[in-house]
Each structure stands twice: as structure tokens, then as C-alpha cells.
């Protein structure tokens, strides 16, 4: 198949296309790095001529994987101008493709669309529950949820086929350090680099290899359901406390515990995410192999080998 990545320069896309390539799909990546990588062209999502002239060249493609995206809480906080543009007007763009190209589209949303709902996060939490009563706390959040209903929509109004997708603490190779990272890149950079960093306590997550989820994202075009959503993540045996993951990374890096400043929970931030992949282990043959323990020591030796150290 012909398949087109956006964001597929970026940490998932990155593995993403690796995984799709592995398979034998033709793949085309489009991001807005300028980079010398093969079967990549630069564009900017948020520009309908950029992102037409990418479909004009290299299309017609069979499955469209959405990743262009602006990530991250406080990201979307200090960069509200590029994380709406991208993450609204961008995914815009890419529906009113759709619906004239008619492809398939994988969109990818965010565990975050939850917020700080207290309970386990089934998909179908977002459908029962009003959303008012899912505390979401930040724009990112907002957006990714915008996005799904964007999709939603335009399958009714026009027939469009997308299948969305709401990863849970993506981590592993390919994944650079930035102040807007999760907690397992910033905290390993830190560490690395000798550099002090906070825990917050009292926060659960389950965190999942990017391998693992990039495995199961690829696997969707054999069982293409459209309208479904999947949460994809770890195994609900590995979910445990922020603090045991910093505790992995010490051990994994060597570094020494007084790097670490202990603090009671973080305002504004989801404490505990008790998460049900049941959908994505039925429909997809979502199985992670990956554990933390060994997750956390690869992704420390590829940022030993990336910054050099």
C-alpha cells in the first residue's frame, strides 16, 4: 500500500514509518524539518497549499497516519497560536482532502482527552460522559478532542473512514530532548546530563515503547474499522507511580538520587490514569512486549548514543 505519515519526522513518526516500511508499504513522510531523509517531503500542515501539493506529488494515497501535531501541556500553553493552528486547522486540511481523495485516514488523538476523569478510560467514556464532567485541564487537551469531533462530523457528513487513536505515555529511541517532553525523555536528560529535575508525587501512568505502539498502530489497516477509537498503551501490570519510573532511570543511568526534588502533585494534572486497552488487544493484537525496566534502559543507551555520551 501506499501510505503518507504527517509528523513523520517526529519521535513516533519516525518509528511509525520504520514499522510501515518494514512491511513492505511504500511510505511517504512529510514534516516541517528541513532534513536529508529518503522519501520525505517539508510541509506544514497548517498551510492548505503545502499540504495539497504533497498529495498532488506523491498521492494518491491508500492510508493517511495524521501525526502533525503541536504536543504537550505547557506547550500549548506558551505556543497557543501553533498548537490550535496545527492541531484544528492542520487535521481542517487534512479532512477536506479526505473528503475529496477519499483515503483512509488514522488520526491520532491523546490519552489526554480525559482529563482528570476518575474512573477506568474506556473509549466510551467520551461518549457516555458529558464533557464538562471530564475535567479537561489544558488547550492541548481541548484540541485533541476538537480533533476527534472534527473527524466525527466529517464522517457523517461526508462518508469519510478514520479510525482514531489515543496513545498513553509514548517513549523509546527517536524521542530528543525538550523542556515539553513527557516525564521519561526529560527525566533520562536529565539525569544524563547531571542536571537536577522534579518528581511530583502521587501521579500513576502507564507508560508504552514506542515499538510496542507503533506494532499496533500499523496492524490497524488489516482489521480497519471506521468511526472506532483505540487506546493503545502498556500492559496494566507495568502502571506505577512516577516516582518508581525515576527510580528505573537512576539505576539505568547512574545517576545520583540528590538530583531528584520530591513534591506533593502537580496542579492541574491528570493524578491517576487507569487506562483499558481491552479494544485494541481484541481488534488490533495489541501486545507489549516491552517492559518498562528494559524500555527505560534502551531508550537511555539511544540518548547516550544521540547527544554523545
Known amino acids: 500500500m501506499k501510505v503518507l505519515v504527517t509528523g513523520g519526522a517526529g519521535f513516533i513518526g519516525t518509528n511509525l ?36 501539493k504533497v498529495f498532488e506529488e506523491h498521492g494518491p494515497f491508500d492510508y493517511v497516519y495524521h501525526l502533525a501535531a503541536e504536543y504537550g501541556r505547557w506547550n500549548g500553553e506558551a505556543y497557543y497560536e501553533n498548537l490550535w493552528q496545527t492541531n484544528v486547522i492542520g487535521l481542517k486540511h487534512i479532512l477536506r482532502l479526505q473528503e475529496k481523495l477519499k483515503f483512509r485516514m488514522i488520526s491520532f488523538s491523546s490519552a489526554e482527552v480525559y482529563g482528570d476523569y476518575e474512573g477506568r478510560m474506556t473509549e466510551a467514556v467520551m ?107 502498556g500492559r496494566l501490570e507495568w502502571e506505577m507511580d512516577i516516582k518508581e519510573y525515576s527510580d528505573l532511570i537512576l539505576k539505568a543511568t547512574g545517576a545520583d538520587e540528590s538530583l531528584v526534588t520530591y513534591k506533593e502533585a502537580e496542579p492541574f494534572t491528570t493524578k491517576i490514569k487507569t487506562m483499558d486497552f481491552s479494544r485494541a488487544v481484541k481488534d488490533l493484537n495489541h501486545n507489549p512486549e516491552v517492559d518498562p525496566q528494559e524500555g527505560i534502559k534502551r531508550t537511555v543507551e539511544w540518548m547516550k548514543w544521540y547527544y554523545r555520551l
Open 17 to 52: 514509518c520504520n514499522e510501515l516500511r518494514s512491511r513492505g508499504n511504500s511510505v511517504i513522510a512529510c514534516d516541517l524539518y528541513n532534513t536529508d531523509l529518503d522519501d520525505y517531503v517539508r510541509c506544514d500542515v497548517r498551510n492548505y497549499r503545502q499540504i495539497e
Open 127 to 233: 461518549v457516555e460522559n458529558k464533557i464538562k464532567d471530564t475535567y479537561q485541564m489544558n488547550d492541548y487537551a481541548i484540541s485533541k478532542w476538537a480533533g476527534e469531533l472534527m473527524c466525527l462530523n466529517s464522517a457523517q457528513m461526508f462518508g469519510t473512514e478514520t479510525v482514531r487513536v489515543r496513545p498513553v505515555n509514548c517513549y523509546g529511541p527517536h524521542e530528543e530532548y525538550t523542556p515539553y517532553r513527557g516525564f521519561i525523555p526529560k527525566f533520562i536528560y536529565h539525569a544524563l546530563h547531571d542536571k537536577p529535575y522534579t518528581v511530583y508525587k502521587g501521579h500513576k501512568r502507564i507508560i508504552d515503547y514506542v515499538e510496542d505502539t507503533c506494532r499496533t498502530f500499523v496492524n490497524i489497516v488489516d482489521n480497519f474499522i471506521p468511526g472506532e477509537v483505540y487506546n493503545v498503551g
